[in-house]
């Protein structure tokens, strides 16, 4: 069972992305605040769980919340900006957007920007540890999916109702043969000819 908690007397927030590797598509981000007496055996890294059961939690995670939010940073924004800070710019408007105030921020990851005067704890691997980290990487890996099955519709030579954006044989072969979409990330290597120039 993952840990519901840090710190037992403050508020805390659980916050990470999905789609940061994907070469379309934005990057989307979660926080979630769950009452400290929230235990769930299931909820555990979004990754580590099916596409059902995904489904079944999420819908969990926003009832038994306390507070819950979900934030995109589209690619336009991603080949500006670079893909670590639009992720982490979507963390922050996660935070920004909970109808509660955290008192401590617990982020997936290694890397993360000060939010506010609000102290916080990176954490490698932290979404197989904690439990608000876990339920927020549900909700951005579900809500993320969500979009990319929709834009799917519009662009479906790419695949992306299979790959969700990321970097399969499918998705390049179709950008070698198609070229790009209008949610295809222009600051990544989608081409092998970019690939060979940057290794």
């Known amino acids: 069972m993952l840990k519901p908690y840090l710190y037992h007397n403050l508020k805390e927030a659980g916050c990470d992305e999905a789609g940061r590797g994907c ?27 099916t596409p059902k059961i995904r489904g079944k939690l999420r819908n969990e995670i926003i ?6 939010s979900v ?16 992720t982490i ?11 509660v105030r955290p008192e ?9 920007f000060p939010y506010k005067d609000i102290g ?11 439990l608000p980290i876990a339920a927020a990487s549900i909700l951005a890996k579900t809500f ?14 790419y695949g992306w109702d299979k790959n969700k954006g990321y ?11 198609y070229g790009i979409s209008p949610y295809h990330r222009k600051s990544f290597t989608l081409f092998e000819s970019q690939m060979k120039i940057d290794f």
């Open 120 to 130: 916080y704890k990176t954490i490698v691997g932290g979404d197989s540890l904690f």
């Open 89 to 99: 710019k979507a963390m922050h408007l996660a935070l920004e957007d909970l109808t």
């Open 23 to 49: 070469l379309a598509g934005p990057v989307v981000a979660a926080a979630v605040i769950f009452p400290k007496n929230y235990r769930n055996n299931i909820i555990n890294d979004s990754k580590k769980l």
């Open 144 to 157: 993320r999916d969500d979009y990319m099955m929709n834009i799917h519709n519009e662009y479906s030579v």
């Open 167 to 177: 970097s399969t044989t499918l998705h390049r072969e179709a950008i070698r043969s």
């Open 63 to 68: 009832s038994s919340a306390t507070a819950w």
């Open 71 to 86: 934030a995109f940073v589209d690619n336009r924004e991603i080949d500006t900006l670079n893909i670590l800070r639009a």
């Open 104 to 112: 401590f921020i617990l982020i997936d990851g290694n890397k993360f």
